[in-house]
């Protein structure tokens, strides 16, 4: 068995061209909060923007983008804070003022209407991310880079749209809470297809890997490689792809809640005022 974590030191790569464009895009940001808004760059609203930065580049730019591709379990908790936890956060921490200043440019107010189609965004999110991971769909993409890139980054932008409903700047946009109650659960259901594919195909295809075979191929070794022979006891194939369908549902569901609760102490802070 070759020595596979020595093998995978030389593709633990850190992008620093991410991490230049991550720092750039906060250092605009804070500039913005300080010309337009009353806010202290310590404030929650830019310490959540901050956050935000840190987890994009942590899983796309850092080694750990890497690590998820040794298994299903790591590379569906990847997608999930991709998807699931940065763009609420990103959204959060822009504060409406700085929001109202923005959409009154020309520009951004004809991009802001995109803001009117969240349900479609939800819908197409939900396809789009349902079809990535149908085996022979990753198998093709994993082979075309710029494709599954690209594939990708479109989910990211469709996130935020399915996310602009309950933590849109604007309050105008956001749901009501009976309202936002009923869109998380809708989303469960309509994303739960996703989760039920990580189960089933864990039995049916044997819990084939396409991304560990990606790494495989930069690495040299032999395609008949299998993660249950280079990675620790734990990582079962079948086991480890069935339980990131129940990874990809917790986290969904941890992320709703946290921005719900969020909503409500700020609503509650709205009609109580100290």
Known sequence: MP???LLLSGQMTWNWY??????????????????YTALKWLSCKPMLFLVSMIFLYAIVGSPLAVISHLSFSLHMIQ?????????PLLLLGIPESLFQKLTSKRFVKTTSRLRNVPIASLYLFALLFLLYHLPF?????????????????????????????????????????????????????????????????????????????QLTVHLCLPPSLGSTDVLPSPFNTKYDQALSGFFMLGLHKVSLGMVMKYEGQIEAKSRYPD
């Open 3 to 5: 020595d596979f974590w």
């Open 137 to 213: 769909m990753l198998t093709v993409l994993v082979k075309i880079p710029m494709l599954q890139n690209a594939y990708l980054f479109v989910l990211f932008i469709l996130s935020f749209g399915m996310w602009w409903p309950m933590v849109s700047p604007d309050p105008k946009n956001r749901l009501a809470a009976n309202q936002m109650k009923r869109y998380a659960m809708n989303s469960g259901y309509i994303l739960l297809p996703a989760c039920l594919l990580f189960i089933l195909t864990a039995f049916i295809d044997s819990g084939n890997n396409a991304l560990f075979n």
């Open 79 to 87: 997608m999930s804070i991709l998807y699931f936890l940065i763009p």
């Open 18 to 35: 991410l991490f230049i464009a991550c720092a750039c895009t906060y250092c605009v940001y804070i500039w913005f909060i300080h010309n």
